[in-house]
């Protein structure tokens, strides 16, 4: 039995018989991988802590023959001390780490989404940081690194610079006056969306509440969705202002 070693977040996890649980994990280099950690329901397990969803870790496995790698042992790479003592910065984690579950098994070992989800939880641990619109962020983030990044500063169907008054999800970008489709958006959430893609992430990101967020994080997440084909339900609860 070869033992394998990897540095990865835990997306989600789930009961499995008396006292196991499943591990569902994005590794830097596996990818998304299953795996079952045995015993860690148990008050003696030493790993469970380990294995909350969100943990980024340095994990041992044993390469079973099976679907599920064996946890061996855990350890923490950060233990996001910010993040976990607030209900609206753990929402907003639980909806990066939603959509990453949600992307398609044979997309597996993208060591760019690694690194972005990474990224995104040490941001959302950053006390300076609004957690507000991180996921909105994220998931545009996410669509460029797919190669969808959205058109932002023409119209989608017809190319002219606007005004842009609309934002179509599946055309991929803004629509002008003449071509209108898609939802509704407002020059504020436009210019935000622009600065959030343009190189101003971390302005926008400390703002306490920019005008628009509501709308960039609706438009964020029909994106999102419409690309993995998929209602995300914790993105959903998400409170938008
Ligand atoms: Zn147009």
């Not at 299953?34 to 870790?57: D, F, N, Q, W, Y």
Request: with cysteine; net charge negative; charged share 25%.
């Amino acid at each position: 039995m070869n033992t394998l070693r990897d540095e990865a977040v835990v997306l989600r996890t789930y009961r499995s018989g008396e006292s196991d649980r499943v591990v569902v994990l994005w590794g830097r280099e596996l990818g998304k991988i299953r795996t079952i950690a045995k015993g860690v329901r148990k008050t003696t397990s030493k790993i469970g802590g380990g294995l909350e969803p969100l943990s980024h870790v340095n994990i041992f496995l044993a390469d079973s023959r099976g679907d599920l790698k064996i946890v061996k042992q855990v350890e923490h790479c950060n233990r996001f001390a910010t993040l976990k003592s607030s209900f609206e910065r753990i929402t907003a984690g639980m909806a990066l780490v939603e959509v990453v579950d949600a992307i398609p098994a044979e997309d597996l070992a993208d060591e760019g989404i690694f690194t972005m989800l990474v990224r995104a939880l040490e941001t959302l641990d950053d006390p300076e940081i609004v957690p507000l619109l991180v996921p909105a962020a994220f998931f545009l983030k996410l669509l460029a690194l797919d190669g969808s990044e959205p058109l932002l500063d023409c119209c989608v169907n017809c190319s002219s610079e606007g005004p842009l008054v609309a934002f179509d999800a599946a055309q991929g970008g803004t629509t002008c006056r003449d071509c209108r489709s898609g939802r509704q958006i407002s020059p504020e959430a436009l210019v935000v969306m622009q600065r959030m893609m343009g190189g101003d992430l971390a302005g926008v990101l400390r703002e306490a509440n920019p005008a628009g967020a509501g709308e960039v994080t609706a438009v964020a997440q029909e994106a999102i969705e419409r690309h993995f084909n998929r209602r995300l339900k914790v993105a959903r609860s998400t409170p938008a202002s």
